[in-house]
């Protein structure tokens, strides 16, 4: 069974299980992105929760996602200027740091990429 979002922000116990679970939102577009230097917070949306799926019994039509990242640390984003699906994610995988209770991110773009370590996610349906 695939995961499940609603309208309300949530936290995302287990991050790896829950992105594991929808594909790695393979061929998603990553719609918006901001970075707050205050907070260290990410915040992202996700055009297509269960893009993987398309063409599939278990496809979930027009689900926009927003997941925030908090507690952020050793941050890189490299984006080339956009072109066409500039935006479309190759590549998204979560792995844990050592015994830090930490993650790290890399999300790889059709033209760049963005990665960092957090400590906490939540995620709501936009």
């Known amino acids: ?3 499940i979002l609603n309208k309300n922000i949530s936290p995302i116990e287990n991050p790896i299980e829950f992105f594991s679970a929808l594909g790695w939102l ?11 230097f205050v907070s260290r ?5 996700i055009d ?3 893009s993987n799926f398309y063409q599939t019994l278990d496809y979930i039509n027009g689900v926009s996602a927003r997941f925030i990242f ?3 640390d050793n941050s890189c984003i ?3 200027a956009p072109g066409i699906n500039a935006n479309r994610i190759l590549k ?3 792995f844990e740091i050592s015994k830090k209770e930490r993650f790290g991110i890399l999300i790889n773009l059709e033209e760049g990429s963005i990665r960092f370590e957090f ?4 995620g709501m349906v936009c």
Not at 26 to 36: E, I, P, S, V
Not at 41 to 45: A, D, H, Q, V
Not at 119 to 122: A, L, M, P, Q, R
Request: proline share 3%; aromatic share 14%; glycine share 0%.
């Open 70 to 72: 908090s507690d952020l």
């Open 119 to 122: 400590s906490s996610i939540t």
């Open 1 to 3: 069974m695939l995961p």
């Open 78 to 80: 490299d984006i080339i």
């Open 41 to 45: 917070e990410l915040i992202i949306e």
């Open 26 to 36: 393979h061929d998603a577009c990553l719609d918006f992105f901001a970075f707050n």
């Open 48 to 50: 297509d929760l269960y």
């Open 92 to 94: 998204f995988s979560i």
